[in-house]
Structure formats: structure tokens, C-alpha cells
């Protein structure tokens, strides 16, 4: 994958590549985040509510909520209590499809 891309079409194109839902366009920077921090969530077993969401991504929780109901109408992320969840945590890519993920956005933390 070229590195010359930013994150969000890093994460894109591996989407594209694994055949994943494409929840978020290019520019949807708040969509990316969003699902970043759920799926994060998801990975390391500590859910996150939409409150502790918005604190994270340092975007307004009624933005977060927006997204995460796009989401979880797109049968991406579901809710389960207070907390999200990828619906499908081992998509057609395979298992190693988060780790893939959370290797692209720990190379964007260093950004």
C-alpha cells in the first residue's frame, strides 16, 4: 500500500481490498475516527459508550451518535447495553483484518 496516502485512504483501501462494507467516504474524518475507536474497543475487549466515544475522538457525542446509528443501520456496529461493537468482528478478509487496522492507525499516531 502506497505511503503516501493519509490514514483514512489507507484504511479505505484495505476495506476495499478485504471486500469489508465501506461505512465512510474519503472524507468523513469523524466516521473514521468513530469506527476506529469502536473497533479498538472491540479488539481490546473494553467497549466504549458514545460518551467516552466523543471524549476520544474530541468530536460532539450528538456527531457520534449520528454515525454510530448510520452505522449500526448498516449492520457495521451494534449496541449492545450502552456500549458498541463490531457486528462482524472477522469479516471475508480473515482474522488478521483488526490487527491490519490497528497497525495502520498506530502508523497514523505517529504521524
Same mark, same amino acid.
Given at each position: ?15 476495499? @481490498? ?5 461505512? *465512510?467516504?474519503?472524507?468523513? =474524518? ?6 476506529? !475507536? ?14 467516552? =466515544?466523543? @471524549? =476520544? !475522538? ?5 456527531? !457520534? ?5 448510520? *452505522? ?32 495502520? =492507525? @498506530? @502508523?497514523?499516531?505517529?504521524?
Amino acid at each position: 500500500m502506497p505511503t503516501n496516502l493519509n490514514i483514512d485512504d489507507q484504511l479505505l483501501n484495505e476495506a476495499r @481490498r478485504l471486500g469489508g462494507k465501506e461505512p *465512510f467516504s474519503a472524507g468523513d =474524518i469523524d466516521a473514521l475516527l468513530v469506527s476506529g !475507536v469502536v473497533m479498538i474497543g472491540h479488539a481490546e475487549g473494553k467497549p466504549k459508550n458514545a460518551s467516552e =466515544i466523543a @471524549r =476520544i !475522538v474530541a468530536v460532539p457525542r450528538p456527531t !457520534v451518535l449520528r454515525k454510530l446509528d448510520d *452505522f449500526q443501520k448498516k449492520g457495521i456496529v451494534e449496541r449492545r447495553g450502552s456500549k458498541y461493537f463490531i457486528t462482524n468482528p472477522t469479516p471475508p478478509g480473515g482474522d488478521d483484518y483488526i490487527d491490519k487496522c490497528m497497525a495502520l =492507525i @498506530r @502508523r497514523a499516531a505517529k504521524l
